[in-house]
């Protein structure tokens, strides 16, 4: 299978979904090799960086893409297998943002309490080990930790032509994120407009559950995926698949109607997947999901559900494709 190389210029970043044109047209079946810039836009270098002074609110979450996927119609769905994520990077940063994060008030949680301190930290990459070391900036404590890649924004331009930040997660996708969305999981994602115009960036070398601070260890980024079309039987909210479980995600304020989303979503699919009556479902999934938050932080917060397909009889969502991808991704490594 060839693959595609693409490593976008500064001028060619998009910073919305929707409202941008296309980077590049690609035919379904295509692997793509992705280079993506780290949230910041590659601006906190060192620990002497600080937000409120180098970031540009402009330009932060910089997207590859969009790319337009012939033949991709509003009600199809769009297929994101992902090979292989590799650090593009020897180092990624993480920071406390002023007024930004889990843990402070925001413009939205407004409290009588100060910023907590513009920080950075520096992660250097050690590539033999595989691992990021934490230095605290206050103590003398190192921790290597593994590399974990994921990337935190993947999604399609929105429906009815809106325009949404890339900082935004919705149902279109956008800024999940979850560690989940990792090498070996299917995206699925419901087309919205003529091409699906997807795109992904935001790479992270690690991130624990629910992003607290509002930064994960942010890098720069080599996605290896491959890109699929099924025609109709689009998802409301993004799906995910890999070999150990089936997920959905929900997205919104506050997060129990995140939680709520994913829960239909799966009771829904399950449905689908069993050919379960919505009720028996319902209490099938009360007794065996697990409900990692992804994020608490963005512009909405998302909730992925998950059940784990070792529980449960083997079925195949859109004609086992998943499985297929994992087949035709094993020739590229």
Same mark, same amino acid.
């Given at each position: 299978m060839d693959v595609v190389e693409v490593t976008p210029t500064f001028e060619q970043y998009a910073y919305t979904f929707g409202g941008v044109a296309p980077l590049m047209r690609i035919r379904p079946g295509t692997a793509l090799r992705v280079w993506s810039e780290d949230a910041f836009n590659g601006a906190l270098r060192s620990t002497k960086d600080l937000s409120s002074d180098k970031v540009d609110l402009r330009f932060i979450n910089p997207q590859t893409g969009p790319f337009h996927v012939e033949g991709a119609e509003p009600g199809d769905t769009l297929a994101l297998h992902f090979v292989a994520m590799e650090p593009a990077r020897d180092w990624g940063a993480s920071a406390t943002i002023p007024f930004f994060g889990g843990l402070t008030s925001t413009a939205v949680t407004a409290t009588l309490q100060?910023?907590? #301190?513009?920080?950075?930290?520096?992660? %250097?990459?050690?590539?033999?080990a595989n691992t990021v070391t934490f230095a605290a900036r206050h103590t003398d404590l190192e921790i290597a930790l593994p590399v974990e890649p994921m990337l935190g924004t993947v999604g399609v331009a929105p429906m009815g032509g809106e325009v949404r930040s890339s900082l935004v997660p919705e149902r279109f996708g956008g800024n999940m994120d979850t560690p989940q969305m990792r090498p070996g999981t299917t995206c699925f994602l419901?087309?919205?407009?003529?091409?699906?115009?997807?795109?992904? &960036?935001?790479?992270?070398?690690?991130? &624990?559950? &629910?992003e607290a601070c509002g930064t994960a260890v942010e890098g720069a980024m080599t996605?290896?995926? !491959?890109?699929?079309?099924?025609?109709?039987?689009? #998802?409301?909210?993004?799906?995910? %698949?890999?070999?150990?479980?089936?997920?959905?995600?929900?997205?919104?304020? #506050?997060?129990?109607?995140a939680w709520r989303i994913g829960q239909v979503e799966l009771v829904r699919w399950f449905r689908d997947l069993y050919g379960l009556d919505p009720m028996d479902a319902y209490q099938l999934l009360s007794q065996i999901?697990?409900? #990692? !938050?992804?994020?608490?932080?963005?512009?909405?917060?998302?909730?992925?559900?998950?059940?784990?397909?070792s529980l449960l009889p083997r079925a195949t969502a859109y004609g086992g494709l998943h499985d297929d991808l994992r087949r035709r991704a094993a020739t590229l490594l």
């Amino acid at each position: 299978m060839d693959v595609v190389e693409v490593t976008p210029t500064f001028e060619q970043y998009a910073y919305t979904f929707g409202g941008v044109a296309p980077l590049m047209r690609i035919r379904p079946g295509t692997a793509l090799r992705v280079w993506s810039e780290d949230a910041f836009n590659g601006a906190l270098r060192s620990t002497k960086d600080l937000s409120s002074d180098k970031v540009d609110l402009r330009f932060i979450n910089p997207q590859t893409g969009p790319f337009h996927v012939e033949g991709a119609e509003p009600g199809d769905t769009l297929a994101l297998h992902f090979v292989a994520m590799e650090p593009a990077r020897d180092w990624g940063a993480s920071a406390t943002i002023p007024f930004f994060g889990g843990l402070t008030s925001t413009a939205v949680t407004a409290t009588l309490q100060e910023a907590l #301190p513009d920080t950075t930290w520096i992660y %250097e990459l050690d590539r033999a080990a595989n691992t990021v070391t934490f230095a605290a900036r206050h103590t003398d404590l190192e921790i290597a930790l593994p590399v974990e890649p994921m990337l935190g924004t993947v999604g399609v331009a929105p429906m009815g032509g809106e325009v949404r930040s890339s900082l935004v997660p919705e149902r279109f996708g956008g800024n999940m994120d979850t560690p989940q969305m990792r090498p070996g999981t299917t995206c699925f994602l419901g087309v919205n407009v003529e091409g699906a115009l997807f795109s992904i &960036g935001d790479g992270h070398y690690r991130q &624990g559950e &629910g992003e607290a601070c509002g930064t994960a260890v942010e890098g720069a980024m080599t996605t290896t995926l !491959i890109v699929e079309l099924i025609k109709g039987d689009a #998802p409301a909210w993004p799906r995910l %698949e890999d070999d150990t479980h089936w997920m959905t995600v929900g997205s919104s304020r #506050p997060l129990e109607d995140a939680w709520r989303i994913g829960q239909v979503e799966l009771v829904r699919w399950f449905r689908d997947l069993y050919g379960l009556d919505p009720m028996d479902a319902y209490q099938l999934l009360s007794q065996i999901s697990e409900v #990692p !938050i992804a994020n608490v932080v963005d512009a909405n917060y998302s909730a992925v559900v998950k059940a784990r397909k070792s529980l449960l009889p083997r079925a195949t969502a859109y004609g086992g494709l998943h499985d297929d991808l994992r087949r035709r991704a094993a020739t590229l490594l």
